[in-house]
């Protein structure tokens, strides 16, 4: 019942701000999805995707309406697309709901202290987020000192004036520096979902190489090298295989 909740009290606050995406399609979307026929919302979904119009509520309604119909891999996947748009906690939420509705449970490395701080603090928004504020705390700083050129007279004090400035071009860095962290990320690191119920994780890119481990759906794979048709992947846990790029998709 919570689960149901959830999933239908942030469908609905994306319903109501549908001006980021107001298509009648997406308005179809919603309201299969408020009658329970899940896979007609997919369906109307699906079909703005087709346009190439996305965005990060369509991602997080489609992924919604994949739960719904038993559809873990893609509900982990629209999931995760959408996580490059937003960090919403609630997003964070229905992703690990549908994580622990998949049959591979795999316990992750357990990461260097340091490194795990910059990556929480690197992924606490998108690039573009980070961008955005990057131009925000330049502005408040610039604008700040060029209100007291022109005009000269301060908006603060003048002691708060050159703390606040400082700190403004201090986040400014700090921004700028974490945008290009957060961009090199996302353009060197690919991931996919395993999209098949259950498959295998084998020695080598070939069909009869050996099983390593089986996996199943939802399970994500971090990409590390491509051989034809064949993935070489990473898992969670360190494990490194090979696996046909017909049982996932790319994030």
């Known amino acids: 019942m919570r689960r149901n909740l959830l999933l239908f009290s ?46 990060g509520e369509l991602y ?99 002691r708060a004036l050159k703390v606040t400035v400082s700190l403004a071009l201090f986040a400014f860095l700090i921004s700028m520096v974490m945008a290009f962290a957060k961009y090199n990320f996302e353009s060197t690191h690919q991931s996919a979902i395993v999209l098949q119920k259950e498959t295998e994780l084998k020695e080598a890119p070939d069909k009869i190489s050996p099983q390593i481990i089986p996996l199943h759906e939802g399970t994500k794979v971090e990409i590390i090298d491509q051989i034809e048709s064949w993935y070489k992947v990473r898992l969670a846990d360190g494990e490194i295989g090979w696996m046909d790029s017909s049982v996932l998709e790319v994030i």
């Open 60 to 158: 997080f309604n489609l992924a919604n309406a994949y739960l719904k119909n038993n559809q873990t891999g893609k509900a982990i996947l629209n999931y995760e697309r959408a996580k490059k748009f937003s960090s919403d906690e609630s997003l964070q939420t229905n992703l690990k709901i549908a994580e622990s509705e998949r049959v591979d449970q795999i316990e992750p490395l357990p990461p260097f202290f340091v490194k795990k701080i910059w990556s929480n603090f690197r992924d606490l928004f998108s690039s573009t987020a980070w961008s955005v504020l990057t131009l925000l705390f330049l502005w408040i700083g610039l604008g700040l000192l060029a209100h007291k050129a022109l005009t000269n007279k301060a908006l603060l004090p003048e």
């Open 10 to 55: 942030w469908l609905f606050f994306f319903s109501l701000s549908g001006n980021a995406n107001p298509t009648e399609a997406f308005q179809q979307g919603n309201q299969f999805y408020q009658k329970g026929d899940f896979a007609k919302a997919i369906e109307a979904y699906e079909s703005i995707l087709a346009t190439g119009d996305i965005s």
